[in-house]
C-alpha cells in the first residue's frame, strides 16, 4: 500500500475528527488532533478507530499521545521501547476481569482478550523480555 492509499484508508476512519487529520509523507503516518476533547473520548476514540482499522485487515499501529492520535501502517514504523514503555503504561489503565480478560479494546486486541495474550505481545516487543524490560525483575 503506498503512503496515499495509507491516508486514504485512514481518512474513510476517522470522519468524526477529519478536519484534524493530517498526512505525513515525510514518515508515511497519520495524526489526528483530538486535544480539545476530554481525556476519556480521547482514549475511546483511539480505540475505536484501531479496532476499525483492524476489522479492515489494516496492519497499523494506533496510539494516543498529547491529545494526538497517532496512526501508522506497521510496515513504515518501527517501535522503540520508549513506544513500548508508553503503551505499558497505556495498558495499565486498561480494566481486567476476574477471568483476566481486558474489558475494552487495547491496540489491536478485542475486549475479551486474555491478559496474558496481551503480555504476550509486550514481552515479544521488550529486548530482554517483558519481566526484566517492564517489571524490573532480574
Known amino acids: 500500500m503506498t503512503a496515499q492509499d495509507f491516508y486514504a484508508v485512514c481518512r474513510e476512519h476517522i470522519s468524526f475528527v477529519h478536519r484534524g487529520a493530517r ?3 515525510e514518515t508515511g503516518s497519520v495524526t489526528v488532533d483530538v486535544h480539545t476533547k476530554p481525556d476519556f473520548v480521547q482514549r ?7 479496532q476499525s482499522l483492524g476489522r479492515k485487515g489494516r496492519s ?13 501502517d506497521k510496515k513504515e514504523r518501527t517501535m522503540t521501547f520508549e513506544d513500548v514503555k508508553r503503551l505499558w503504561d497505556e495498558f495499565s489503565e486498561v480494566p481486567v476481569d ?8 487495547f491496540l489491536h486486541f478485542e475486549a475479551g482478550t486474555d491478559r496474558f495474550d496481551v503480555w504476550r505481545w509486550f514481552d515479544e516487543h521488550c529486548p530482554r523480555g517483558m519481566a ?3 517489571l524490573g525483575m532480574k
Open 44 to 50: 475511546r476514540l483511539c480505540d475505536s478507530l484501531a
Open 98 to 105: 476476574n477471568d483476566d480478560r481486558i474489558e475494552r479494546p
Open 60 to 72: 497499523v499501529d494506533v496510539w494516543l499521545e498529547g491529545g494526538i492520535i497517532n496512526i501508522a
Open 132 to 134: 526484566r524490560d517492564l
Open 23 to 25: 498526512f505525513h509523507e
